[in-house]
């Protein structure tokens, strides 16, 4: 039995993989094809509306569905209780919103953010029935159902932003990308996925979700909102340009890390928490999912950052180049991302919300904190990108030390497991970035660089005989027979 849930795993792990990595690769093409065709200007308005649509997601789509796969038992009360709360809530917020976006253009100097938050709010609506349907995926690791539905949706969404950014409609591409990307999704997830809602509901089982959830949601609301606040702030004190440049810096190191990281994570939390009572367990599993994703993500990052002026120029054309000290500053802070989420979806799988809502408490305490001195004291948005990788080194180690406790896991542990690939990471970016110093055009280098980059990471992780190499091989072997 043990075999083939591992079986199951490692399927559903694949199966996750390809939908991110599917995803990425569309959205990719489809957002180098609008940056060749929209402004900087365009992805700032864009970039103040997400600040917003963020939030307001986080109070439809987080807690309660986490509360959902985190339960061994849930009914089909349950799941549609949840479901009508997370619906009730996505109708208030969008009427709020509705009510508020002139005020919030008035406040930012943008009179278009007023009719364009009124449209793209409506992405809430959908997203109650998604993030239901996630969580009905996930207990059942039926990923591959999962996979088809979001790259079909992605795929039709991206038609419809190229094509109306071709017909010359600036940021109402955007909205239209990511409008009909969530309701294209919930459409085809209700066709996939064999449940629907009963006409049932119990308070009493929605407060029992409540009381795992509620400290997930703070946890979500307090991390999204100071996400967003970056942005928030850039788009304030100096224009949407700037704002536009930050985002689509951000947007390439985001989408690496989410292809990857977000896949192991996402299969991780139900199997870790189908093991919560054997610790043991769970720390041999939590620790695989820190070093192959480490192993995986670092390079990503260090790549990315050693081509980025050839990458950018190239793909989005010179108008971009400024986005690329971003790229390379936020790359460095994604790529200790894998470290964060494997030690809070542990933290989660066991039931612990009270401990993460803590430790999000204490990161944002700290992260507010550098943001104002980002601000005040060095007054450049160059600046206010470091910060969030010094509030990332840090906050590496706070996630990491209630599992010392909890699972004897801690952060000295987990560097040493991590460390061989932040090593040969480092290597690979230096020869990378040499490499990069040729007087060739931008095509021919990039090539060159990403062929020697692939070349020296795998060359160097098999003569080292990397633990996270082996295993990925093996996996990959058991998959194919």
């Known amino acids: 039995m043990a075999e083939q849930r591992g079986r199951k795993a490692a399927s559903s792990f694949v199966f996750k993989l390809v939908e991110s990595v599917g995803m990425q690769l569309v959205s990719f093409i489809v957002n180098i094809l609008l940056a060749r065709l929209l402004t900087p200007g365009d992805y700032g308005v864009l970039g103040m509306l997400t600040v917003f649509i963020a939030i307001s997601q986080v109070f439809v789509q987080s807690g309660l569905n986490t509360a959902l796969i985190q339960k061994k038992e849930v009914d089909d009360v349950d799941i549609s209780s949840v479901f009508y709360v997370s619906l009730g809530i996505a109708a208030a917020l969008y009427v709020l919103l509705f009510a508020c976006a002139p005020l919030i253009a008035a406040y930012f100097s943008m009179p278009e953010l007023k009719p364009a938050l009124r449209v793209l709010a409506l992405v ?3 997203g109650a029935l998604v993030s239901v349907q996630s969580a009905v995926i996930a207990r059942q690791m039926a990923f591959r159902r999962q996979m088809l539905c979001s790259l079909s949706a992605t ?104 292809a990857v990281n977000g896949s192991i994570q996402s299969v991780m939390l139900p199997v870790l928490a189908e093991k919560q009572d054997d610790r043991e367990r769970m720390k041999q599993m939590m620790r695989r999912s820190v070093m192959v994703s480490s192993f995986l993500v670092l390079p990503m990052m260090a790549g990315l950052a050693a081509v980025a002026k050839p990458l950018i120029s190239l793909l989005l054309t010179d108008k971009w180049l400024p986005c690329v000290p971003f790229l390379q500053i936020l790359a460095i802070d994604y790529a200790f991302y894998p470290i964060h989420t494997a030690n809070l979806q542990a933290i989660n799988a066991m039931g612990r919300s009270d401990v993460f809502l803590k430790l999000e408490l204490i990161k944002k305490s700290y992260g507010i904190a550098v943001l104002a001195i980002t601000v005040f004291l060095f007054d450049s948005v160059y600046a206010i990108a470091w910060g969030a990788v010094v509030s990332t080194l840090l906050s590496a180690l706070v996630n990491a030390s209630p599992n010392r406790k909890l699972l004897g896991y801690g952060y000295l542990e987990q560097m040493k497991d991590v460390l061989p690939s932040i090593a040969l990471s480092v290597v690979m970016f230096l020869l990378v970035s040499l490499i990069g110093q040729l007087a060739l ?3 021919v280098l990039l090539i060159l660089q990403l062929a020697a980059g692939v070349t020296i990471y795998t060359g160097l992780a098999l003569l080292f005989h990397l633990e996270s190499a082996r295993y990925l091989l093996d996996m990959l072997k058991k998959f194919r027979k």
């Open 124 to 126: 809430l609506l959908p």
């Open 155 to 258: 795929a039709l969404s991206g038609t419809v932003g190229v094509t109306m950014a071709l017909c010359g409609a600036g940021y109402w591409a955007l909205v239209a990308q990511q409008l009909t990307n969530q309701f294209s999704l919930a459409v085809l997830l209700l066709i996939a996925v064999k449940w629907r809602p009963v006409l049932q509901f119990s308070w009493q089982k929605v407060r029992g979700h409540i009381r795992f959830g509620w400290k997930l949601l703070v946890s979500s609301l307090l991390d999204t909102g100071y996400v967003n606040l970056r942005s928030a702030v850039i788009g304030k004190r100096y224009n949407e340009e700037a704002l536009g440049f930050y985002t689509r810096g951000r947007q390439f190191p985001e989408l690496l890390m989410n």
């Open 441 to 443: 055009p931008s095509a």
